[in-house]
């Protein structure tokens, strides 16, 4: 079986393409969407897209990992600087993930230099726009073939 990649979304990503695209570019969502899933088909390697806008939603998807996924590409937005309870469903599952963001989050508002998850993460990826997805799962998919 080939190995399965979840990459997972936070809020507000939904809304990529028209919203502040002087940081976040105007490609959507969809279009990384595709792009993800194309590289993942080259690399050999299954995927799964999920985004939401909801907490309690992101913590299920991180929880839903056990099991059925190999590692993960994490896009956790707002609630990388946030969220206790995404870094605690990140310590249970102790799935295998990059985490990425499209603007390079230490060239930004102090609080958010500051993610709660990237430590637990094998890497971080961040600043290099809708590429960070593509970098984040070539990340992944090198870390899981050399273990
Ligand atoms: C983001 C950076 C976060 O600070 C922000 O809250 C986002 C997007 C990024 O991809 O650059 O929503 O994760």
């Given at each position: 079986m080939p190995p399965?990649?979840?990459v997972l979304n936070g809020p507000n990503l939904n809304l990529l393409g028209e919203r502040e695209p002087?940081?976040?570019?105007?490609t959507s969502l969809?279009?990384?969407?595709?792009?993800?899933?194309?590289?993942?088909?080259a690399l050999?390697?299954?995927?799964?897209?999920?985004?939401?806008?909801?907490?309690?939603?992101?913590?299920e998807a991180i929880q839903g990992l056990k099991g059925r996924s190999d590692g993960a590409v994490i896009n956790a937005?707002?609630?990388?600087?946030?969220?206790?309870?995404?870094?605690?469903?990140?310590?249970?599952?102790?799935?295998?993930?990059?985490?990425?963001?499209?603007?390079?989050?230490?060239?930004r508002e102090p609080e958010r230099r500051r993610s709660l998850l990237a430590d637990l993460a094998v890497g971080v990826v961040t600043g290099f726009g809708p590429?960070?997805?593509r970098l984040g799962l070539e990340g992944i998919v090198?870390?899981?073939?050399?273990?």
């Amino acid at each position: 079986m080939p190995p399965h990649i979840a990459v997972l979304n936070g809020p507000n990503l939904n809304l990529l393409g028209e919203r502040e695209p002087e940081v976040y570019g105007r490609t959507s969502l969809a279009e990384i969407e595709r792009a993800t899933r194309e590289r993942a088909r080259a690399l050999g390697v299954e995927c799964s897209w999920v985004q939401t806008n909801h907490e309690g939603e992101l913590v299920e998807a991180i929880q839903g990992l056990k099991g059925r996924s190999d590692g993960a590409v994490i896009n956790a937005a707002a609630f990388t600087h946030t969220s206790l309870a995404v870094r605690d469903a990140l310590l249970a599952v102790r799935v295998p993930f990059v985490e990425v963001h499209l603007s390079n989050i230490f060239a930004r508002e102090p609080e958010r230099r500051r993610s709660l998850l990237a430590d637990l993460a094998v890497g971080v990826v961040t600043g290099f726009g809708p590429e960070s997805y593509r970098l984040g799962l070539e990340g992944i998919v090198g870390y899981l073939k050399a273990r």
